[in-house]
């Protein structure tokens, strides 16, 4: 569904290029996931904006066949403070100009899938970081994507709040067959959620390694061998790879 073909990316300052991503080859099948993983400064939000098609490659390709509606969810979970949980998440729906009614019952529906029943009213400062990120999601998922790109959308969490979130997405990827290409500097998050993971180097970020990870979804995969040896698979090929912690 999306192909990355040799795509590069740099950044120009006063006056200079600088590579950002280089050589960038992997693919994403429909309906499966892709977690994209590596050290902190390495690529990884520009190359989600390269297949978002919110930057272009400076040379190579990023092609998504057809023309797939998408949402994104960013680092921040980018709730507007004053809209209320429902306003937030019925805005994708507001800009298509739908109906109010059925924005209405669209948003009720998402409330009670995302486990929010009931706080449709409160504002998103009422809430725990966990049911912001929920909310967040919600309103990407409004607008029925076939594609969900997501930039870190756990980093700031908990742990436990993080690996309840981490079984959610899992749940709403397979339960809607939504294409899922997230990013994240977490080895568990990626084993967990990427049917594939697309291990990058330091910066200038270069493709390192592609994992199949095709356990992805089976039932209690987090407490398996195979799990735990695909998390040591990862960490061995990120050593030395100066893997900082993500700012
Ligand atoms: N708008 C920009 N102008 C110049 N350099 C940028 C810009 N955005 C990102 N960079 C640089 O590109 C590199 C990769 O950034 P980014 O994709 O945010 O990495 P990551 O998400 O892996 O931390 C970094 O070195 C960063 O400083
Ligand atoms: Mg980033």
């Known amino acids: 569904m999306i192909t990355a073909a040799s795509a590069y990316l740099n950044f120009s300052h006063a006056g200079n290029d600088h590579p950002v991503l280089r050589d960038i080859s992997f693919q994403v099948e429909r309906q499966s996931s892709c977690a994209i993983i590596g050290p902190s400064g390495c690529g990884k939000t520009s190359l989600l904006f390269l297949?978002?098609?919110?930057?272009?490659?400076?040379?190579?390709?990023?092609?998504?066949?057809?023309q797939p509606r998408s949402g994104t969810i960013l680092q921040h979970f980018g709730l507007f403070p004053w809209k209320t949980v429902h306003e937030n998440i019925g805005l994708g729906l507001v800009l298509k100009g739908m109906g109010k009614k059925l924005i209405r019952e669209k948003v009720e529906q998402l409330l009670i899938e995302m486990g929010l029943s009931g706080f449709g009213s409160h504002y998103p400062g009422q809430l725990s970081g966990g049911m912001q990120q929920r909310v967040a999601m919600a309103r990407a998922l409004a607008v029925e994507p076939q594609i969900l790109?997501?930039?870190?959308p756990l980093s700031s969490l908990d742990a436990l709040t993080r690996e309840r979130l981490q079984n959610l997405?899992?749940?709403?990827?397979?339960?809607?067959?939504?294409?899922?290409?997230?990013?994240?500097?977490s080895i568990e998050e990626a084993v967990f959620l990427g049917c594939r993971i697309i291990v990058l180097s330091g910066r200038?970020?270069?493709?390192?390694?592609?994992?199949?990870?095709?356990?992805?979804?089976s039932a209690d995969?987090?407490?398996s061998d195979s799990f735990f040896h695909r998390c040591v698979e990862l960490r061995e090929i990120l050593?030395?790879?100066?893997?900082?912690q993500e700012t």
Do not use: C, W
Request: hydrophobic content about 35%; cysteine-free; overall charge neutral.
């Open 51 to 66: 297949l978002a098609g919110l930057l272009q490659p400076d040379n190579g390709s990023i092609t998504i066949t057809g």
């Open 149 to 152: 790109f997501m930039d870190e």
């Open 239 to 244: 050593k030395g790879e100066d893997y900082g």
């Open 204 to 217: 200038p970020g270069r493709v390192l390694r592609i994992v199949d990870n095709p356990e992805v979804g």
């Open 169 to 185: 997405i899992q749940e709403i990827r397979q339960k809607k067959k939504i294409t899922i290409v997230l990013v994240t500097h």
């Open 221 to 223: 995969y987090r407490q």
